[in-house]
């Protein structure tokens, strides 16, 4: 009798259930931005994330969306990345109904997500291209700024078919994968495996945004496998002599997965995801223990550590890539919904905080047209630098521009090693293409020049943009 | 590589306002404008252009159909010690920093909560490169801090076939010196090594030693001396050695010095730094409220390139402007020297190096030997700085502005009394 109670209680146990948050964001759909942050999401809109689909072409031309483009860094993965930043800011812009939108944005996510759900593959469910690059074990990366793209679709709207179609299209495409990690697990030291945290974070997602339980049990199996499979950041972060690699104590002089900025400001969320998916609490302190030693032995004033590439020490002419800074942002946005109740959590919100109005917009110039691949906290020049105190990027890496040093902000080694031949000082600079010379004088009169556009643009190809005048005059009209 | 920063700003907004999973609690996590409808039906406005002010205004109509209070709570940030909340306009009550405030607002009601977060500028020292990375914290008799691998700060200094003693007295003598790198098997493999090793242990040796015995042999006078004596903290392997700068010390057993560039992997070679090397370099960051401020530099912006069909521009910049400057600030009372204001701008976004909207004058003098090197600024002298007589009453003015709004900047800077 109580063996049969026991086989009972053994096939009908509860299935293991991920922790809860112990906050949640509003549906997408309901944020409405007004005053200043209204102002910085439609010049957002209106510049460079709202072009870059209009003309580069690792977006535009994205094999993600049936192109060519987009093969490089650690997969096709720059298009999605720019999905994944495009879709909130058009879901806030849609509810906040600004004055002064010039680009479509909103047309450009709703062609991409359609365009991906319908050549979705029907019969394993893997989304976008599927042609193994990144090498085994390592291509499932490409698509993860996918799935949180659909997610975001799906949750801005929710209600209607199409966020529907974006949840059955996640679930076929984490089965999939699931599937594949089965018998080809994550690569030892690939992108994938080292980023293992965001793809559990997605299935954890996926589950809160409302499933089957035949589906939460299949998130849940997925959660755990890729767990199992991951990289130590628990023992790296603890510098353990037996594991193979410790968190280092000062600049790293050589390319590595594991000391790689953006890397480590991705797995900042590791614990809150580990946590939720065990309910163990060592691993939510976690996330403490990362920043303490990432403040002590590499920390800045804007708020994170140093890393080009690597991690950069605690030299104030070193500096931190911008994708660092937005991935840090995010980690820190997913671990105080989990962590909230801890002591420190709310030192989590203040130093999101210092990021979003320090590290951030220092590397992004006003208009938003340009950015930099790397900022210093001491920075007297942004130009073409080689050779540079920086180590692991390129000598154009503190430009602002399109795209400085590469085109996205995970390079793999090769990409990074290139070194243009030339090497150009700031004394000499090339000569300005565009005819229009930027030098301007004054402290004051550089914001009117960047919004110069000159009024030959061809406009028919591109009518949504809508040149913003004004007159060279402004180089000295403006005050102070 | 903007489409992956464009995730920064939307994402921030959506975590702008959380609800708790637990009673349904608004949370206003992240101060900026904006507003939203909740699912019952309660319409939260947080109407501020925070960081631009210091005040945080949250206006929450409850509809009558719920039946208990809604729970909410603001943030009060960790700098914010002198931050008070009223509800309704009524007495400003101080609450903790780093800690959420709540209260309650009535169904059928709204509730006006200002939260007014004083914010005063602070100057927050120890930034830069630690000197105390040097220190492991078990410094022996010599002053010197032994690590495992490479120097913390990086390459080494000098190769030879040295004692540690001799190695010290070589490094203190040597300016450019703070420290050493040397074989050995094991941590307490340096403290043997110092003092009388014991005849006979070299029984304990295996092939590897006497092969590099043998090579050592060939470019070491001290070799026998080495074989005598030599045994934990004895060579092994290594780059060839270089002839050695100054006379054994009698009594001492040798060790061997590699010249280091790079990441030492290998556990047996340890290296020796003086604790005192350096300073820290402790340079002061100027913040207010979550803003941190930066000396403002003139930006000189060069087209390197222009992009079709829009027109838009990649752009190098430089600046004419000193940069040198270490403040004249004592951080434990910075507000005299400091001043804040704000300024009237007209820019749509807060953050425009053209149009900042607030600024700090400061006093600063030049410090005339802290350089660049490889267009960027060299690391800021250690600080507070010793100023020279002339450099002492040598000050002028200054204007640090919000680092978000400048694309050339200092960040952080020395600092020396007033």
Redesign the interface.
Known sequence: MEVLVLATLTLYAPPPTLSPTLYKPLPLGSYRASGWLLGQLTQQANTLSGHLNLFWADVQDSVWVGGKSDKSGAGHERGPYWLNGLVPLVAILNASKPTGLNVHVAKQVDEWIVYILDHQNATTGWLGPDDGLGGKGDDYWSAWNVVAALLQYADAKRGTPIAARCMDSVLAHIAEASRRMKTTPLKDGGWSQNRWQDWVYLCEWTADMGVTEAQRRMLYEASQLAFGQRWDWQRYYAQDSTFAHQFPEKNVPDWTMYDHGVNNAMGLKWGAVAYRLTGDPTYLAEIDKMLAMQDRYQGQPYGMFSADEVFGGRALNRGIELCAVVEQMYSLEVAFRVGAELPSAVSWLDRLETLAFNALPATISADMWQHQYLQQANEITACVTDPHVWQQDGPDSTLFGVEPNFGCCTANFNQVRRRPQRLSHCADPPSPSGGFPLVSPLVGSLWCPLWWVPSGVPSGGFPLVSPLVCSTQCHTDLPL | ??????????????????????DGAL?V??P???????ADGTVVTVD??Y??EDTVRVSVTVPARRTTPLPVLL?????AVNAVFSVDGGDNKTVAN???VSTKCLAGWTTQLTLDLRPEIRV?TG????AD?LSNGHIDANGYSRWSGAL???GDLHSGNYSVLEATLWCNATSACVGFTMQSDGPTAMVEEQGEAAEGEDEDEDDADAATHELLDEHRHQHRHLHRHGTRGKARAGPPPSPPEGGAVPGSSLVYFKRHF??NGDARWASYAKAWAGRD?N?A?VRRG???FAL????????????????????????PSV?NYALRVDPTAPITPLVFER?TSQ?????????PNMRIRALATRLNLWN?????????PPSPVQLGAAEASSTEEVILI???????????MPWAMP
Do not use: C
């Open positions: 590589m903007l489409d992956a920063p464009a995730q920064g700003w939307p994402k921030y907004a959506a975590s702008a306002l959380l609800t708790r999973v637990s949370l996590a992240l900026v404008p904006i507003a939203a409808t909740l501020t252009e960081p631009l943030r009060v940030p960790s700098w780093g800690t959420l927050e930034w830069g490169v630690k990375h913390p700060a990086g790079g990441p370099t340079a960051a979550p803003l941190l403002q530099l003139e930006q000189t912006a060069t087209v390197v390139k222009t992009w079709e069909p829009f027109h838009n521009t990649d752009l190098s910049f430089t600046t940069w300024i820019t749509n976004v807060p953050f425009n190096s053209s149009a660049e090197s490889l267009l960027a600024a060299d690391e800021p919000p680092y978000g709004a400048t694309e050339l900047r200092m960040g952080a």
